[in-house]
């Protein structure tokens, strides 16, 4: 999969695109990253790549031209493989539900990064372009949302992370996942679960559904609720769990 990144700071996402599992799904050739940068399309001798609000306010929003040229720039940007997305706080708000249609669907993802107010509203016409939000907050930039949306739709694709690692993940099938533990045995007197160590691979199986559950149950009622409708659990057999875990 190819990624271009539109940004005025491809240092920050240079930095990281070139540390761990991302820079890893380069060398193997699973996503390719391309970073644009914004200001090489900038205006005048400063280059300028934005300008104050129409009808008065404070900040300043990167204008369309710069956003056209930039775009316009891309090969293959009116492709129908070609997906352009905005960051932005208006946004569809980001899940492990949509990474994994997104990690399918396209071949090319364009993320178009803001700055200070934001951009020029015009450019939704010229363009086909989804906004996507990581949340409920305001951050300065797009991207440390671009990068989020890079990396999480990154480890999605075949072959760039061990498919045990994220079979069981949280949200993979609406829970989260199970406490985890590693050496040593013993800390401070707190011991590892004692099945864990036993090399029963049904019985630790089994243990870990039930730990999913649990933990999903206190940490996040609305996904546990969704969890049981969507399996049609029996509730009996989850109230058998609670109290066993309550017990323990
Ligand atoms: C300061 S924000 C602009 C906020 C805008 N004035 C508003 O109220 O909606 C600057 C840029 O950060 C990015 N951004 C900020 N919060 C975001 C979020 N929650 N999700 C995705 N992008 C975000 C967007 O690219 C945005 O253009």
């Known amino acids: 999969m190819k990624f271009t990144i539109l940004t005025l700071f491809p240092n920050v996402i240079n930095e990281y695109i070139n540390t761990s599992i991302i820079s890893r799904a380069i060398a193997k050739e699973k996503i390719s990253v391309d970073v644009i940068d914004l200001r090489n399309f900038g205006k005048g001798a400063r280059r300028n790549v934005d300008d104050t609000v129409y009808g008065g306010g404070d900040g300043m929003v990167i204008t369309v031209p710069v956003l056209d040229e930039a775009l316009a720039s891309i090969e293959n940007i009116q492709d129908a493989n070609t997906h352009i997305i905005y960051l932005s706080p208006k946004g569809r708000v980001l899940s492990q539900k949509l990474s994994e249609k997104m990690s399918k669907e396209y071949e090319h993802i364009v993320l178009l990064t803001g700055h200070y107010e ?131």
Not at 150 to 170: A, F, H
């Open 118 to 248: 934001g951009i020029d509203e015009r450019i939704f016409s010229l363009y086909n372009i989804e906004e996507i939000s990581i949340g409920d907050y305001v951050l300065t930039g797009g991207e440390l949302p671009a990068l989020v949306l890079l990396d999480t739709i990154t480890r999605l694709i075949p072959g760039v992370i061990k498919e045990d690692s994220s079979k069981n993940e949280s949200f993979s099938n609406s829970l989260l996942e199970e406490p985890q533990y590693t050496k040593p045995e013993e800390y401070k007197g707190l011991k590892v679960p004692e099945i864990l160590l036993s090399g029963n691979h049904s019985k630790i199986d089994e243990y870990r559904y039930e730990e999913r559950l649990y933990t999903t149950l206190i940490k996040r009622p609305d996904l546990f609720k969704r969890y049981i409708n969507e399996n049609k659990l029996d509730i009996n057999k989850v109230n058998e769990i609670i109290t066993k875990k309550e017990g323990n």
